[in-house]
């Protein structure tokens, strides 16, 4: 794509990227340039977001320093979101995200649709480390942030449609328009449609798998009546369905599994079968995997201006069902069934103060969460004896908080911050186990003070430097798949101390842009999960307070503006995750485990990171073209815990470095056609691979090759 972009002398290399631009974000709740900001924030905009196709938040994994987005291996459409070592990769609604994913300010509390597609987006924010100060629940980690398009009032009739053919029968159809309404009243309609055929080919069924279908719609009413309010509601749906997860039998010798299929290499199968079992793409599961969910939402914010500053209110509601059936032997042996049908309710209410009282910036507030769920999961095959049995659990949740930051100038360039959050949670668990006649109900509560206190000072208008100390809390909770009264918890609350340092700086006029940070973090009572049978010969999963672990880091980012139409983007990450302690329930029996396991290497923590891409842009005789290409590096990293990490690598995800590129033409008619490509030189990369205990590992591959031409028209 570059070759053939400087291949042509007779077109004229567009020169007005000269200079890093000025890039606004609203990580500190108001409107800052990203370079003021004393804290570590990766942004992409409209035109990034674009420019390298980004379909999915798992298309910007590694493009953010330290931070992995990938999807929950058994569940496509739910998150396993990493920044800094610490993430939750379980769709368990009892279990609580350790990084936040707010939707147009709305907190989503479960991690299950949190990876829909993404289609008519504005902006997305990454913010790393916790963010307890100024953003929801339980942001321990870190946040991800998307906000989509909105009308502005009075805009006129406006939008775009764009189509989409690729690879696997891919058809994909987005259209936003911008409706005249008032002079006061702004509307925005949009809507996708997406499908594809599998990539995996069942060769016990004969059929495809891996297949999605997508239908997802949004409407955004803004009303802005005077100066002092304005009024923004975002109501959206999404349905997607497809058949899940297909699982790859990695176990080992000795495990149940070993030679139920000839992808594990077992000698009990001919050379023929292992060879053609060697292809990836190819599984053996014999009963039909379904994924699909049901979820709607509803986002109101309002803003007015007061004599003491804006007085700002953000509504949520959500809904989503889903329903996974997975084959949890990845064979052709009906051995272990799992249904899962699962529905849950959110409603959310932030009130927040924000201005300027002479040399202070403050923002106070108070936020409250209500969500319960009711799951039905059930099970099946010979693990069983053939039975069919099924565990029924529900949960109803509260959560308050008050919180409040203040950063005082106390010089022209010093400034000093500090802040808290003050967390309370209250939850009741209802849970009948497998095999057990009736429920039980389990309640507890858990508060929290989370302080952070700061200093950053502005050597220049183009050079900062910040530290900061905060904690971040994240409530406990109950084990959803506990599979005895006794295990059923509850577990403790984990905190963090974090430590973190960090310079901002534009060079050479503005053409070169570095950011970067080192930090250290030490997480207590870090909860940590275990899977496994039970002596009773009960799968289940169990969460504990695993004791202390310790997270240091560093991460840089870097932009430079080449000049004749040229842009290079890159960072690069060093992370270092260990267990000071260690004693995870690693026999998944509600027994806390007496041994200090502390040798075991945290999941989710690669040693380094990093990426680099390039983008060209050049007036042509047909129109602006531009050409982005990237690369994205991922060192060794384990995907799931438990002792047999001790004696195998077989839930590693070795490391790898994976392509993409866009290359579009677009005139001012309005007219664009471009064309991309994902994993360009079709790696078999894992997306992890997890362990059922004495049964065995099963494992998933993310997409192979994939690659698409769109055709789009603004007008």
Known sequence: MILAATAAPAWAAADTDTTVGEVV???????????????????????????????????????????????????????????????????????????????????LARNSGALQDMFDIASVEILRGPQGTLYGRNTIGGVVSVKTKRAAPGQAFGGQVQGTLGDNGRQEARVGLDLPVHETVGLR?????????????????GRREGDNEVLSGRATLSFEPNDQFDATLVADFDHEKGSGASF??????GQVYYNLSPDTGSPVFSAAQRAKASDVRNVYGNTPVVAKIN??????????DTALGTLTSVTGYREFEDTVQSDYDGTAVNFFLALREQTHQQFSQELRLGGEVGKVTYVVG??????????????????????????????ENAGWALFGQFDWAATEKLTLTAGGRYSFEEKEFRNRPLFFPASRTYSSDWDNFSPKLGANYKFSDDLMAYASWSKGFRSGGYNGRAA????????????????????????????????????????????????????????????????????????AEAIFALGGGWRVNANLAYLDARFDKNFTDLTSDGINNPTNNADLPMIYAPEWSGSFGVTYEAET???????????????????????????????????????????????????????????????????????????????????????????????
């Open 25 to 107: 974000v609203t990580a500190q709740k108001r409107e800052q340039n990203l370079q003021d900001v004393p804290a570590a924030v990766s942004a992409f905009g409209e035109s990034q977001l674009q420019a390298q196709s980004v379909g999915s938040l798992t298309d910007l994994s590694a493009k953010s320093p330290n931070v992995v987005l990938a999807p929950v291996g058994a569940y496509p459409y739910a998150s396993a979101f990493y920044i800094r070592g610490l993430g939750f990769a379980d769709v368990e609604s009892t279990f609580e995200p350790s990084v936040g994913v707010e939707l147009n300010g709305v907190y």
């Open 189 to 205: 309609l949009s809507g996708l449609y997406k499908s594809y055929k599998g990539y995996n080919h069942n060769l016990t069924t």
């Open 248 to 253: 790859r039998n990695a176990s080992l010798p």
């Open 295 to 304: 979820t709607w939402g509803l986002a109101l914010t309002m803003n007015y």
């Open 366 to 395: 108070a936020y409250y969460l209500n969500q319960s769920y009711d799951i039905t999961n059930t099970q099946s095959g010979l693990i069983y004896s053939g039975a069919r049995v099924a565990q029924v659990a529900s949960q």
């Open 484 to 555: 005895s009264y006794t295990s059923a918890g509850p577990y403790g609350a984990e905190t963090v101390d974090s430590l973190e340092a960090g310079l901002k700086v534009d060079l050479l006029e503005r053409r070169v842009r570095l950011n970067g940070a080192v930090f250290s973090a030490t997480y207590k009572n870090m909860q940590t999960g275990a899977q496994g049978l039970t002596s009773s010969g009960v799968y289940e999963s169990i969460v504990t307070n695993a004791g202390k672990a310790k997270i240091d880091g560093a991460e």
């Open 621 to 715: 005789p047909y129109g602006q073209l531009t050409a982005n290409a990237n690369a994205v590096y991922t060192d060794d990293m384990y995907t799931s815990g438990g002792v047999i990490n001790r004696v195998s690598n077989v839930q590693v995800r070795p490391a790898n470095t994976l392509y993409d590129s866009t290359l579009s033409l677009s005139n001012d008619a309005g007219w664009r056609i471009a064309v991309w490509g994902k994993n360009l030189t079709d790696e078999n990369v894992i997306n992890n691979t997890f362990g059922l205990g004495a049964l065995g590992e099963l494992r998933i591959y993310q997409p192979p090759r994939t690659y698409g031409v769109e055709f789009g028209y603004k007008f």
